[in-house]
């Protein structure tokens, strides 16, 4: 397959870029940093294990970048079969704690990046009558602690975009998926930004005492993409997690908000 990857300087990004070259697919990998030895273009690729990566500098919030992009794959590809739009950062704070200008930073990421994304390659995926695309939003999406409202309603706001291009794209052969895995150890914690710190410092402490690991999470994520999966919940705690709240919601609710009172209580 000849995919391209956003976010593939590290984490989960990286760890897809691995198992799909792994498993003999041709691959940009695409970051705002460097990617490997180099942030600017490899033009010709490199070989390894099957597969070929090939990298580029992307901006998720730049149009120019995305145009870019979508220039390089036609000219050295000419078509594309499979777009992973998983280049996010992380946020979140209660809601007093959170500034206008967090919300907004990270909006114009975690939601107007695969926004831009699924825009600049439709056409061309409409063209041609076949590819996926596949977004990574998060457990967040679909169950909603305290204390990450940011976080939890852009995430949810990609659960509800690829679910709709999902239904407006199926005409044209075009498939679309969405990733919500709950804590994995990565450096996503890295990107947080705000100033509500209690509650980074939980979140932090969650991803760092998480069994899982990135390459865990990419593996489910290829095989649910194989599957032809539409809402991959890659991970047994997330599975767990949204049975919780769609068998038993008072359950769900309770759990959340003893959440919540423990958080009133650091306060005192």
Known sequence: M????????????????????????????????????????NEGGSTNEGGSTS???????????????????????????LLVNNAGVAGGGRIERTSMADWE?????NLFGVVRGTRAFVPMLKAQGSGRIVNVASLAG????????????????????????????????VGVSVVCPSYFRTNLMATMRGEDTDVAAKIAAMVDESPLTADDIAAAVLAGVDAGEEVIVPDQPARDAVALKHADRTSYDTLMRQTAARMKEREA
């Open 2 to 41: 000849r995919v391209l990857v956003t976010g593939a300087a590290s984490g989960l990004g990286a760890a897809l870029v691995r198992a799909l070259v792994a498993r003999g697919d041709d691959v940009l990998a695409t970051d705002v940093d460097e990617v490997g030895s180099t942030s600017s273009t």
């Open 55 to 81: 990298e580029l500098r992307l901006d998720i919030r730049s149009d120019d970048d995305w145009a870019a992009a979508s220039a390089w794959v036609e000219e050295h590809w000419g078509g594309l079969d």
């Open 105 to 109: 930073w990270i909006t114009g990421i």
């Open 142 to 173: 679909l169950v909603h602690p305290p204390g990450m409202g940011s976080y939890n309603a852009v995430k949810a706001a990609v659960v509800a975009f690829s679910e709709t291009a999902a239904h407006e794209l199926a005409p044209y052969g």
